[in-house]
T-cell receptor, first 113, second 110 residues
Framework: AQKVTQAQTEISVVEKEDVTLDCVYE???????LFWYKQPPSGELVFLIR??????QNEISGRYSWNFQKSTSSFNFTITASQVVDSAVYFC??????????FGKGTRLHILP | NAGVTQTPKFQVLKTGQSMTLQCAQD?????MSWYRQDPGMGLRLIHY???????DQGEVPNGYNVSRSTTEDFPLRLLSAAPSQTSVYFC?????????FGPGTRLTVL
């Protein structure tokens, strides 16, 4: 069965610091997708990134970067030079079957000014 | 383009009452799903559908029914509401795994 673990329940950092959110997943499939979503204080869920299991290249988008390592079943998310607007709950998610997506419990990130 | 819409935004029910949470999407997505979000529990999958006429159970299906008669609509029915169903409910639709979420329905069962 698929499972996503986000061990960090809550993280606080001072603005401009770098922060990494951890995500570990379990799956028996060789083909799967991994995702990160952001939920700001306003409550909506915002899609950030999708990676498939055949593409282990790290990805960078502005201040955001993602490190996918199949050897450790991890898909970590780093925010560089954090800003107060990055304060949110971040969810990691996994899809084995076609489009059935299971989420981790989320990491609440506080960026302190 | 409205994306994913959910109604109502807020609802208060008494134990034992029934109701339907509405979800609609205008993106012609085959896949739709319902999640509930509770403090400390993340998003848990209730039911999902990979196309009209096809539904399946997620992680926490008990107490909820769904049907998918059209591509656009995926209503979630609570047959006899219980206080344990107090939660925020999100509907989502997508293609190839990426899902787009509605704004959510905050449900309180007294």
């Amino acid at each position: 069965a698929q499972k996503v673990t986000q061990a960090q329940t809550e993280i606080s950092v001072v603005e401009k610091e770098d922060v990494t959110l951890d995500c570990v997943y379990e799956t028996r499939d060789t083909t799967y997708y991994l995702f990160w979503y952001k939920q700001p204080p306003s409550g909506e869920l915002v899609f950030l990134i999708r990676r498939n299991s055949f593409d282990e290249q790290n990805e960078i988008s502005g201040r955001y970067s993602w490190n996918f390592q199949k050897s450790t079943s991890s898909f970590n998310f780093t925010i560089t030079a954090s800003q107060v607007v990055d304060s949110a709950v971040y969810f990691c998610a996994l899809s084995e079957a076609r489009d059935k997506i299971i989420f981790g419990k989320g990491t609440r990130l506080h960026i302190l000014p | 383009n409205a994306g994913v819409t959910q109604t109502p935004k807020f609802q208060v029910l008494k134990t034992g009452q029934s109701m339907t949470l509405q979800c609609a999407q205008d993106m012609n997505h085959e896949y739709m799903s319902w999640y509930r979000q509770d403090p400390g529990m993340g998003l848990r999958l209730i039911h999902y559908s990979v196309g009209a006429g096809i539904t399946d159970q997620g992680e926490v299906p008990n107490g909820y029914n769904v049907s998918r008669s059209t591509t656009e609509d995926f209503p979630l029915r609570l047959l006899s509401a219980a206080p344990s169903q107090t939660s925020v409910y999100f509907c989502a639709s997508g293609q190839w795994g990426t899902q787009y979420f509605g704004p959510g329905t905050r449900l309180t069962v007294l």
